[in-house]
């Protein structure tokens, strides 16, 4: 896929996984926001007490340390939502820069942090990592990964939904020209790229996701049981 159609199709691909992970975002929000709502419920309680204690030294202090507790647990929500919301921003802005030297496994990592929004990944896919040291460092456009990890962790998310073991191992090694990427999961085998029994979402959305990323950064793709390796050309740097 040649030209702006490939870049085009591309990004609207890109905004479908904001929204298919929509649902996480506002849970990951929507979770500190009720913590902070409540303990800043509590602290008015307790500041409401403070000007009848003025002669009870103990019940002061007491509840001068809770409502410091309230504001030390209002503080972690905050940084909780900032951190969410440092992943999410990085993620879009990173879609417009150019080539630059990448160290790809921390850049893996990131977009998994991206992807704990999906509540069956966060809560019962195991993931490991089998990276080499030191890690690999080349020269690629940031969103290429991206994109890459983004249509096959789908995939693998899509097999794994009614197996009994849920883990997902993400591969990687490098040489002077070329990156492999490998995602192995614990679930049924994949079909052929071309088989009819894709479930509906990975043949309308994440394989031909894939698809494109692939086309658009001229990587190539295989299926072998239960594992997809994804080989890339790439600039690796000394």
């Given at each position: ?42 602290m ?27 504001i ?116 049924e ?50």
């Amino acid at each position: 896929m040649d030209g702006n159609n490939g870049i085009n199709s591309v990004q609207v691909f890109r905004d479908a996984i904001i929204g298919h992970l929509a649902k996480g975002f506002v849970h990951n929000l929507n979770s500190p926001l009720q913590i902070i709502s409540m303990h800043l419920e509590l602290m008015r309680s307790e500041l409401s007490k403070i000007p009848g204690l003025a002669s009870d030294a103990k019940g002061l202090t007491q509840t001068t340390e809770s409502i410091l507790a309230r504001i030390d647990q209002i503080e972690d929500s905050l940084s909780k939502m900032d951190f969410f919301l440092r992943v999410v921003n990085q993620r879009k802005a990173a879609e417009v820069v150019g080539a630059v030297p990448v160290i790809i496994p921390d850049l893996i990592k990131r977009e998994i942090e991206f992807w704990q929004s999906d509540l069956f990944l966060k809560h019962q896919v195991q993931i490991d990592y089998d990276f080499p040291d030191p890690p690999h460092v080349v020269t690629i456009k940031e969103s290429v990964v991206r994109d890459l990890v983004d249509g096959s962790i789908g995939l693998c998310l899509s097999r794994l939904q009614e197996s009994d073991l849920k883990n997902i191992k993400i591969r990687l090694a490098c040489n002077n020209s070329t990156l492999e990427l490998a995602f192995e999961h614990s679930g049924e085998p994949f079909p052929s790229s071309d088989a009819a029994d894709w479930p509906v979402e990975d043949k309308l959305f994440f394989l031909p996701f894939l698809k494109v990323a692939l086309e658009d950064c001229k990587a190539d793709l295989k299926f072998d049981g239960n594992q997809l390796k994804i080989t890339l050309p790439v600039t690796k740097q000394s």
